[in-house]
């Protein structure tokens, strides 16, 4: 134990990583390494929840999401990087909290009936679907997390955590903690390249491997201000996509002049797009550059994942011994 508090979290491997992932979780996943124990954890198995039916990948999506891990900050000297599947003891923890959770709190899970509308076309009327909640329990409470870092919209499953620790502390005596929300906020609105959520679902994202061409080709197709038809009418960069984006990779007094140039006109939104192409690609040349070395050395990134998955699983073996002893197994 290093006498930090202890959080866990991870995300599910879909795909290459985007901006959306980059601003809304991953940078800060890395600020917070210095000041907790950190647990992140490869969720293969939450994402056969709605892909049950089309896997094939799933091992790629995990080494290229690693990778995209360590190429923006995540170190394995400051964080426990492992793979869900390879810590037989979530299936196990997942299993007895099945026994005891009321159907009733899977059901009044606000995000299930969001997830459901929204995975038109898909069968995800399973029983796994529904008691994702119960892994991601097992996934937090194996680690006997202090925090779990999520944003607004992830609270209700910390709170269904919460529940699911204090029924079986009830039960069979004092053995988890009761994790606490760590409320973080994406350090900008990062919008897909149609003003829409960036997913890769939607193809509207900007991958942090992207080269600086398909960069350019994705920051031409974007969005801008809706009321400015042509140059000649002044823009609000307020309400433009292609701005929000300026004020994260564009040097400060560079987007003070393209503020005032789309005020006045005097900027153009092909011309603007074109700046910010340039931009965006020297910001993610850092991140881009480490990108190409790991996936070049697919055995490094194994290993890395390899040494973590032995960390997370001592420490989830030990959990494991005293739930076996509260239900007397």
């Known amino acids: 134990m290093s006498g930090k508090k202890r959080i866990l979290s991870g995300m599910r491997p879909t795909g290459p990583l985007h901006l959306g992932n980059l601003h809304g979780a991953l940078n800060q996943w890395v600020a917070l390494q210095d000041e907790y124990e950190c647990f992140y954890f490869v969720a293969d198995w939450h994402a056969l929840t709605s892909n049950y039916e089309d896997p094939v990948g799933l091992d790629e999506f995990t080494l290229e999401m690693a990778a995209d891990w360590l190429s923006a900050g995540l170190s394995p000297e400051k964080s426990t990087l492992f793979v869900q599947s390879h810590v037989k003891e979530h299936a196990e923890l997942f299993l007895i909290l099945s026994m005891i959770t009321p159907l009733s709190w899977l059901e009044r899970n606000p995000t299930y009936k969001d997830q459901m509308a929204q995975l038109v076309g898909k069968d995800v009327s399973t029983f796994g679907f529904l008691g994702y909640p119960v892994l991601q329990a097992a996934d937090i409470i194996m680690y006997l997390a202090d925090a779990v870092p999520v944003g607004e919209d992830q609270i209700p499953h910390v709170e269904i955590t919460?529940?699911?620790?204090?029924?079986?502390?009830?039960?069979?005596?004092?053995?988890?903690?009761?994790?606490?929300?760590?409320?973080?906020?994406?350090?900008?609105?990062?919008l897909g390249i149609d003003r829409r959520k960036m997913s890769k679902s939607y193809d509207n994202a900007i991958y942090l491997g992207d080269p600086p061409e398909t960069i350019a080709e994705r920051t031409s197709r974007m969005i801008t201000d809706p009321q400015r038809a042509r140059k000649s009418d002044p823009g609000d960069p307020g309400v433009c996509n292609v701005f929000e984006f300026h004020k994260l990779y564009t040097d400060p007094e560079k987007v003070k002049e393209i503020d005032a140039g789309c005020r006045s006109a005097a900027l153009g939104c092909v011309e603007c797009k074109k700046n910010l192409a340039v931009s965006l690609a020297e910001g993610l040349a850092p991140i881009r550059e480490k990108r190409a070395h790991y996936m070049e050395r697919p055995d490094q990134v194994k290993q890395i994942l390899a040494d973590g998955t032995q960390k997370a699983r001592a420490v989830a073996r030990q959990t494991m011994e005293a739930v076996r002893a509260g239900v007397r197994l």
């Open 162 to 190: 919460r529940e699911i620790a204090r029924r079986f502390n009830h039960l069979y005596g004092p053995v988890f903690r009761e994790p606490q929300v760590l409320l973080t906020k994406a350090t900008a609105r990062i």
